[in-house]
């Protein structure tokens, strides 16, 4: 999928660094990390035993950093925005950023084994893990673990069994945006862009990406439990049908599949779109520009994405990769991504130091509740998400193929 690039909202200088030393060494044991050893099952599902490092040893260098555009920024795009300069000159490693555009992307790009580190999205994590193309993160040697929120770690997208295969960056949900004059009441129900979409004929949006099959999948979760769906990315055959056949309903009414978020700012601002899914840093580009919407999250909850750094199994300079993933997860590293990108910060501190006072807030970043309401993005795999052992479920390339159908 494509993500929001260089979202620019206001900025915080970066500062600071984490210093990690002792000798360099891994292991497959269960030695620290916060989780068993790699190769646990969680729902049929059995990672491929890599080993994890022991210690951080020596900067090598240099660190290979695949990034979403806005993760690494090093004052190439504005002088202002830079949290890379100072991660290179109090570590010694010389990060080399290589941006991707797609989940896809990344994932054939890790499989090289070139790159130290990478940034995941839930669409992509359990695909790298079960390709054994990361390795298990010993969160022992990493300071900032701590203090990252505990609601997004053991997640069925970041681990398994138990075992953490990355570090939480930052995270949000998506939202419901209606134009308030064009819209009411207030929506409440996902069901105003599906079974009530003809409401709004042709000027109802929607996220563009097989991973938004998710999004129909958890309506019918709350609107048709006999359709047993439990899990939105745990769908069998007949369940991913059932949310075909919603998605090709709303197709008839929809204006538009939007991945650039400016385009969703101007179709609202225009009045082309009335009601669709959206992200927080959209409404607030919309709003902040004049349109009248608003965003809210449904009683049903939403989907939603928590982005992952992971360390390559093999990668070159694993040292430097393990400081990279300490820094960029500290309260500043934090506080000037997530204003930048528009996310909410996964390390808690970070809240004290972002320059706009209430950004937490807006994007609920300690808000426990409002977290438990998302369904992250997680990788649809064959071996069904949801426990059941009596059925295959679909995968990704199954969801690619149905989001093709739906689009026509």
């Known amino acids: ?18 210093a990690l030393a002792t000798a360099c060494g891994t292991s497959s044991g269960d030695g620290g990390g916060g989780g068993e050893k790699a190769g646990e099952e969680q729902g049929g599902f059995t990672a491929p035993d890599v080993p994890m490092a022991e210690e951080v040893g020596d900067p090598e260098g240099q660190v290979n950093v695949l990034a979403w555009p806005g993760y690494a920024e090093d004052g190439s795009t504005d002088k202002s925005i830079d949290w890379v300069t100072p991660f290179e000159k109090e570590s010694g490693c010389q990060a080399n950023v290589k941006y991707f555009g797609t989940s896809d992307e990344a994932v054939q790009l890790m499989k090289t084994g070139e790159y130290d580190v990478v940034s995941a999205s839930g669409d992509a994590t359990l695909r790298m893990i079960a390709a054994g193309d990361v390795a298990p993160v010993n969160t022992d040697l990493l300071t900032n673990y701590a203090d990252i929120a505990d609601f997004l770690k053991d997640q069925a997208f970041n681990s398994v069994g138990g075992q953490m295969y990355g570090v939480p960056h930052g995270w949000g949900a998506n939202l419901l945006m209606y134009n308030t004059e064009a819209v009411s009441p207030a929506p409440t129900s996902w069901g105003s862009v599906f079974d009530d979409a003809s409401a709004y004929a042709g000027k109802v949006t929607a996220y563009d990406s097989p991973i938004y099959i998710a999004d129909a999948a958890l309506y019918l ?8 769906i439990k899990d939105p990315y745990a769908l069998d055959e007949d369940q991913l049908a059932a949310a075909v056949d919603l998605l090709k309903e709303q197709r008839a009414n929809v204006s538009e599949y939007w991945s650039d978020y400016l385009k969703e700012v101007q179709a609202f601002k225009t009045g082309d779109s009335v009601i669709g899914t959206t992200w927080q840093v959209i409404a607030s580009v919309a709003q902040g520009e004049g349109a009248p919407v608003e965003a809210v999250l449904p009683e049903e909850g939403a989907t939603g994405w928590s ?12 040292n430097c990769g393990y400081l990279w993933m300490d820094y960029i997860t ?20 970070a809240c004290d130091l972002t320059s706009d006072k209430s950004f937490c807030d807006t994007y609920h970043a300690t808000d426990a509740d409002f977290a438990a309401q998302i ?3 997680t990788t649809p795999i064959e071996q069904c998400l949801d426990g059941r052992t009596d059925v295959t479920c679909t995968n990704y390339g199954d969801w690619t193929t149905a989001w093709t159908e739906v689009k026509g």
């Open 330 to 349: 500290s309260p500043k590293a934090q506080a000037a991504v997530a204003e930048y990108f528009g996310e909410a910060p996964a390390n808690t501190k």
């Open 307 to 318: 982005d992952t750094w992971m360390i390559s199994a093999k990668a070159p300079n694993p």
């Open 221 to 228: 979760m709350n609107s048709q439990p006999d359709l047993g």
């Open 375 to 377: 369904h992250y993005w």
């Open 1 to 18: 999928m494509r993500r929001i690039g260089s979202k620019r909202l206001a900025a915080v200088a970066c500062v600071g660094v984490l």
